[in-house]
């Protein structure tokens, strides 16, 4: 039973606009959000993450909110640049010493256009 | 380099082979993991280790074979595979729980095919 959704599998924006990205979890015992990048043929890396005891985390151009309740969180990319393109995963951590072990989202592949 | 080097990049082997995946770290970290990356599916956790002791085996298939034997090296032992195990198969390391808030580091995995 997959606990972190990422439902749109593909995203394509154009160069300057914002690029938002979703996920849904559905463990309450999460208590750690993060969300890494990859480019083709290299391993993911880390971007940007998120305590629950937050709403939201500014980086840059990048910024993540995390809506408790819904148990829902957002990556908004602003302004968005061809760089950006690549797959954004979504996971989780929840408490405790099984924080050891992250829960990944499938993905979503971002498309930004010149 | 990003930290955490997986050997080989790729590795074509035949069902009844016998061949292993190596990740080193030297980022000081205390937990290796192995994930595999299959098309269209999430990162699937594989395997968990902490300071060199398994601390999770998610369920995964005895021709799966881990080992350990220090802080910054991780091997992955692979025996009578199945064509349906070829996935990009990815190490990472991590300093505490969810990587001390900054996630893990992956190395950039071994590309497998079983044929």
């Known amino acids: 039973d997959q606990q972190v959704k990422q439902n749109s599998p593909s995203l394509s924006v154009q160069e300057g606009r914002i690029s938002i990205l979703n996920c849904d979890y559905t463990?309450?015992?999460?208590?750690?959000f993060l969300w890494y990048k990859k480019y083709p043929a290299e391993g993911p890396t880390f971007l940007i993450s998120?305590?629950?005891?937050?709403d939201k985390n500014e980086d840059g151009r990048f910024t993540v909110f995390l809506n408790k309740s819904a148990k829902h969180l957002s990556l908004h990319i602003v302004p968005s640049q061809p760089g950006d393109s690549a797959v954004y995963f979504c996971?989780?951590?929840?408490?405790?010493?099984?924080?050891?072990?992250?829960?990944f989202g499938k993905g979503t592949s971002l498309l930004v256009t010149p | 380099e990003t930290g955490v080097t997986q050997t080989p990049r790729h590795l074509v082997m035949g069902m009844t082979n016998k061949k292993s995946l190596k990740c080193e770290q030297h980022l000081g970290h205390n937990a290796m993991y192995w994930y595999k990356q299959s098309a269209k599916k999430p990162l699937e956790l594989m395997f968990v280790y902490n300071f060199k002791e398994q601390t999770e085996n998610n369920s995964v298939p005895s021709r799966f074979s881990p080992e350990c034997p220090n802080s910054s090296h991780l091997f992955l032992h692979l025996h009578t595979l199945q064509p349906e195990d070829s996935a990009l198969y990815l190490c990472?390391?991590?300093?505490?729980?969810?990587?001390?808030?900054?996630?893990?580091?992956f190395g950039s995995g071994t590309r497998l095919t079983v044929v």
């Open positions: 463990n309450s015992m999460f208590d750690y």
């Open positions: 996971a989780a951590s929840p408490l405790g010493n099984s924080g050891y072990a992250l829960n």
């Open positions: 990472a390391s991590g300093a505490g729980r969810a990587g001390g808030g900054y996630g893990y580091t």
């Open positions: 998120i305590s629950s005891i937050k």
